[in-house]
């Protein structure tokens, strides 16, 4: 019987002769120097592979579908400029994408699809705005698919939502080591000629907003009813029933509403459409926010993470902070530094 070992170095090599986008630089699919853990003990038959990032798999009688943490590979090149630039379609998006099916094709047995565990941090699920369920997709022998993609230059290490609670310093070292080696997006000749995402640009930013996220799971370790998070209604209902009057929330801006009394309301990004945090500014306090230009805090490429301070309370849509004044807001962390951000990153992988 062919091993998993053995039928990946086959893939592997099948994809290496192949011409086009699908030749991708330094590639490799050998697992045994993979961080690996445990087996899983439950696993999901994976129903369908969408990208290098993105799957659906059968789990309780539901499809879900998942969003893998810690990674973000390129978009296929059929989507072209659609999403953003940095979100472009590139020739490697749409092999990566190739790479995932057929990886996960080549797990399968006996006409059955792959089978895979998923990993929430601290046991805990969670889910996206989108209603995707984020968690760490688990191979049979253990190994951690998220890190594999990018221990092999698949994905850089996305930080952007905080440092990895799993293995932030696998992906360290698993990211230098792919730019070292050259590997997948980190190969001079990947998209040549074609639209490159910003890297140079992206790092910088992700790592920022990773020191914003470190910075208030320190806050709220030490106050956990009285600095949480906006996308966490379960903190949320925490700090409602300890009934603090005033609370410090920290999370993002998702969207500004213009209400038809002339005031604004602004919508902090959540994990739960039903549960999300509002801030209603009235239209006569609305001259006094302008220094705080909360419309630019959800651009590309600045601090995109708040603090704001206020009682809550719970609404039909919700839950809301009410008696907010504009020095109640405050941003959450540093600015990003263009600049190669590995030396913070190696710095953080030894805390």
Known sequence: MTTLSESLIALSLALAAQPGPAALPQESAVLADVTRGARPTVTYPVTRVVDGDTLWVEREGRTEKLRLMCV??????????????????????????????????????????????????????????????????LLEDGTDFNLLLVREGKSPYFDKYGYSDVAHEAFVRAEREAQAAQKGIWHPETNAGAARRPYDRLLPWWEARAQAVEGFKARHAKTPTAVVSAELPEELEAALTAA?????????????????????????????????????????????????????STKEFVQNYLYVAGRLTRTQRGFELVGVRPRDWRRAGPEPVFADPSATREASAGR
Request: some cysteine.
């Open 72 to 137: 973000d590979t390129e978009e296929r090149l059929e989507l072209g400029d659609s999403l953003s630039a940095t979100k472009a379609g590139t020739p490697f998006g749409s092999a990566c994408e190739e790479w995932a099916k057929e990886f996960f094709a080549a797990l399968g047995r006996d006409g059955q699809p792959a089978r895979v565990g998923l990993l929430f941090p601290g046991g805990v699920e969670q889910r996206d705005v989108y209603g995707r369920l984020l968690c760490h997709v």
């Open 244 to 296: 603090h009057p005033r609370i410090e929330v920290f999370g993002s801006v998702f969207q500004l509403f213009d209400e038809t009394d002339g005031s604004l309301t602004v919508l902090f990004r959540g994990g739960d459409k039903q549960r999300s945090l509002r801030v209603r500014i009235p239209a006569e306090e609305r001259a006094n926010y302008a220094a705080l230009d909360l419309a630019g």
